[in-house]
């Protein structure tokens, strides 16, 4: 079994920025991609970025520019790097890992929320 964890979220003005992190742990597993997702309130999840084995990355075309997904191998973790975050950014943030088999394993979400 394969365990997510985030940390880095939490409360923030307009134009700054957070750091998420999601650690992998458990069972060892063949990585596809890791990626994070988002979900704000009466919303559906959404994909935020996404970074493959190949250091391939996706971004949705709303954080374009603004957020920056890495990974440490090593440490079976990756990163967002989240700058000028705007109150639309407010959701909680979900670590994805899917697997060579397509499996799926989640986070449990942080919540980041932008306000003055």
């Known amino acids: 079994q394969v365990q997510l964890v985030e940390s880095g979220g939490g409360l923030v003005q307009p134009g700054g920025s957070l750091r998420l992190s999601c650690a992998a742990s458990g069972s060892s597993v063949s990585i596809r991609v890791m990626g994070w997702y988002r979900q704000a309130p009466g919303k559906e999840r959404e994909l935020v970025a996404s970074i493959t084995s190949g250091d391939s990355t996706n971004y949705a075309d709303s954080v374009k520019g603004r957020f920056t997904i890495s990974r440490d191998n090593a440490q079976n973790t990756v990163y967002l790097q989240m700058n000028s975050l705007k109150p639309e950014d407010t959701a909680v943030y979900y670590c994805?890992?899917?697997?060579?088999?397509?499996?799926?394993?989640w986070g449990k979400g942080t919540l980041v929320t932008v306000s003055s």
């Open positions: 994805n890992l899917r697997s060579s088999f397509f499996i799926n394993y």
